[in-house]
């Protein structure tokens, strides 16, 4: 009975393992003008022994024609569809639609007068074409062990980019450091005629308020002088008659009007945002502060988790997805909520 419950112990233990094993990472995405380089140093793609890469042009639309690597020795490749051969003049070469491009390690080959990189890495190009004309591709495929951070590069139109959420920066006065008498701080002329303005302008509205108090008190004071003008020459009967029909009405607590139940928003309070907002206002104060830079890596993974939140996904599978850091998302929630 002991080696029974000890061999069904060790039988859930190895399922256990099993299965979060089997569970892949998330696939790495970029945009289209990124990939090319057009607007950064390029794409280093890693190849981890016995997983393989898989590059998928599906959401660009595009169809791949060609495919050169550099250094054939450790790679294989192969897709799904046909490609244009080497120095084919045919325009509708490749027609089979190849959208996706599988790589994969092989023990290294020992080709005759082949040069190979020290750590093995070497570059692949890629020619596609779409209704948007050709375009070409290029990556940096390096050999690597253990287990994969991705398997997948999926390739997305640059109209999926986020829009870019523009902060403005509060104004800066400026303040010079020239110590004067009695330690006073000098305020450029600039700032001086700014705050003489607000002034002028502030005493001109106190003095237009004080006119119309004035002139709401002037009113008042005439009308209860005619109200009481009105009731001293009135009769006396009438004065008995509406003093006993017309009693007045006593002010309950409850008639009272409690302004701190009131549906308005109160002052100092604030609306939360949501994720995705929060993330898109922190994102600008990181920029504007120098955390993070315009365009970045970092830049577009907190854009492609903007649009994952806004499209309904959790936290947890945003940040997955789009492959930021949760430390930086973290801090970006904390600045967009302050």
């Not at 898109?280 to 315009?294: E, P, Q, T």
């Amino acid at each position: 009975m002991k080696s029974l419950a000890i061999l069904l112990a060790t039988t859930l233990i190895i399922g256990s393992n099993a299965d979060t094993s089997v569970a892949l990472p998330a696939a790495r995405n970029v945009y289209s003008q990124e990939a090319q380089g057009s607007n950064s140093r390029g794409i280093d793609l890693k190849v981890w022994s016995g997983y393989g890469l898989t590059i998928n042009f599906i959401p660009t639309g595009e169809i791949i024609k060609q495919v050169w690597l550099g250094d054939p020795s450790r790679f294989a490749l192969t897709s799904n569809g046909s490609l244009c051969q080497r120095g084919a003049s045919d325009e509708n070469c490749g027609t089979g639609g190849a959208t996706v491009l599988f790589l994969r390690q092989i023990k290294p080959i020992n080709f005759p007068s082949l040069t190979s990189s020290q750590d093995g890495s070497t570059v692949i190009t890629l020619i596609t074409a779409s209704a948007e004309g050709q375009k070409h591709y290029q990556f940096k495929l390096t050999p690597a062990k253990g287990k994969p951070e991705y398997t997948a590069l999926i390739i997305r139109p640059d109209s999926d980019r986020p829009r870019t959420i523009l902060v403005e920066k509060p104004p800066v006065t400026q303040i010079s450091s020239r110590p004067t008498q009695n330690n006073q701080v000098v305020v450029s002329s600039e700032n001086r005629n700014r705050g003489a303005g607000e002034q002028r302008s502030r005493g001109a509205e106190e003095r237009r308020s004080r006119v119309s108090k004035q002139a709401v008190n002037n009113n008042l004071i005439n009308a209860s002088n005619s109200r009481v003008s009105a009731i001293s020459t009135s009769k006396p009967n009438e004065n008995l008659s509406q003093q006993t029909n017309n009693k007045p009405v006593e002010r309950t607590p409850e008639n009272k009007v409690n302004l701190s139940t009131t549906n308005s928003l109160q002052v100092g309070t604030s609306l939360k945002r949501n994720d995705a907002n929060a993330v898109a206002y922190g994102l600008g104060v990181a920029v504007s502060n120098g955390v993070i830079k315009h365009k970045s890596g970092e830049w577009r993974k907190a854009q492609d988790t903007i649009r994952l939140l806004r499209r309904g996904k959790t936290r947890f599978e945003a940040v997955k997805l789009s492959g930021l850091p949760q430390e930086l998302f973290d801090k970006l929630i904390q600045w967009g909520q302050n």
